[in-house]
């Protein structure tokens, strides 16, 4: 069987000398560690105060973000920026990037919907989320959603089991998993869509309270 981590080249040969939050944000975007790129119009690289002791790590950049070349811009990031005012912390003062930086689509009629990232891409991209959190040292990383607990802590992660409780990993002292912003959005009721949006504000004040 071949090694599923091992299918592609990997973003490694494609960092620059320095892994400078700089330098790294030129050259993701010629980035072909693996075949995302072919259909992606940018990579989207992290963004935010450089040296944070907050960095929230999602999934990868949606249809908004592929465009504007900015991570969560669109409705997702929208939702999360008012979770994270409700909730004490302020966006602009936390570094905010993606597991993997371009976008994973799949048509649909005029539509590109977004498509889960695998564990090899995962694995590719992994250089770009490293050299990122090596050069903002955060004190507190949140994992937002179940891509971004699985890269952190291992496919063991279970975002249902482990949310909102602050972990540790070699990366920060803190690590606190929540469910993803899209999942708020994706629910079908009001109520339904309260319940989570409450909950997602409930884990965001546990990280405001390592970081206050
Ligand atoms: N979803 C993500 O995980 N990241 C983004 O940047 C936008 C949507
Ligand atoms: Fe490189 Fe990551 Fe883009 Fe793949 S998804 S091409 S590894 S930047």
């Not at 799949?106 to 889960?116: I, M, N, Q, V």
Request: overall charge positive; aromatic content about 6%; glycine content about 8%.
């Amino acid at each position: 069987m071949p090694d599923r981590k091992a299918a592609y080249p990997g973003a490694a040969a494609y960092l620059p000398a320095s892994h400078s939050l700089t330098a790294c944000r030129k050259a993701v975007d010629a980035c072909h560690g693996c075949p995302l790129y072919r259909r992606a119009t940018h990579a989207v690289f992290g963004e935010g105060a450089a040296h944070s002791p907050l960095v929230l790590i999602g999934e990868q950049p949606g249809n908004d973000e592929d465009l504007s070349g900015r991570p969560f811009v669109g409705p997702s990031g929208k939702l999360l920026d008012r979770a994270l005012a409700e909730a004490g912390v302020d966006r602009g003062k936390a570094y905010v990037t993606n597991v993997v930086k371009h976008f994973k689509w799949t048509p649909s009629g005029e539509k590109r919907l977004h498509k889960k990232p695998d564990a090899a891409e995962i694995a590719a991209c992994r250089p770009w989320l490293e050299a990122e959190l090596a050069a903002v040292k955060p004190v507190t990383i949140v994992a937002l959603g179940a891509t971004a607990g699985q890269a952190l802590l291992g496919r063991a992660f279970r975002v249902t089991r482990q949310r909102g409780v602050p972990l540790t990993t070699p990366f920060a002292p803190h690590l606190i998993a929540t469910i993803h912003p899209s999942a708020v959005l994706r629910q079908r009721t009001p109520d339904d869509r309260a319940r989570e949006y409450a909950a997602l504000v409930a884990d965001l004040k546990v990280v405001a309270a390592t970081v206050t």
